[in-house]
């Protein structure tokens, strides 16, 4: 038999580092909201995955959005509480 002269030499295996874990994807820090249509409803969406009620009404709907966004936002930038 010939020895294989093409053969492409494989590090050993303890010279390859073992995969790093994969991480849990972290919800994103800014709330984008925006609306969506579902037939003759028009929903509020936001990017953190939360979804208003389905309102017949735009502006109802876009005020939702709103509304999501004021108290995400004051939710994060309120001080903690120090005793």
Do not use: N, Y
Not at 16 to 44: I, K, N, W, Y
Not at 54 to 77: F, I, N, V, Y
């Amino acid at each position: 038999m010939e020895p294989h002269i093409d053969a492409t030499p494989v590090p050993p295996l303890d010279a390859v580092p073992p995969p790093r874990p994969r991480s849990q994807p972290q919800p994103p820090t800014v709330h984008t909201t925006s609306t969506a249509d579902r037939g003759s409803f028009c929903l509020a969406v936001c990017s953190c995955g939360w979804k208003g009620p389905a309102r017949r009404s735009r502006d109802l709907a876009r005020k939702d959005a709103t509304g999501h966004g004021a108290t995400q936002t004051a939710e994060t930038t309120e001080p903690a509480e120090t005793t």
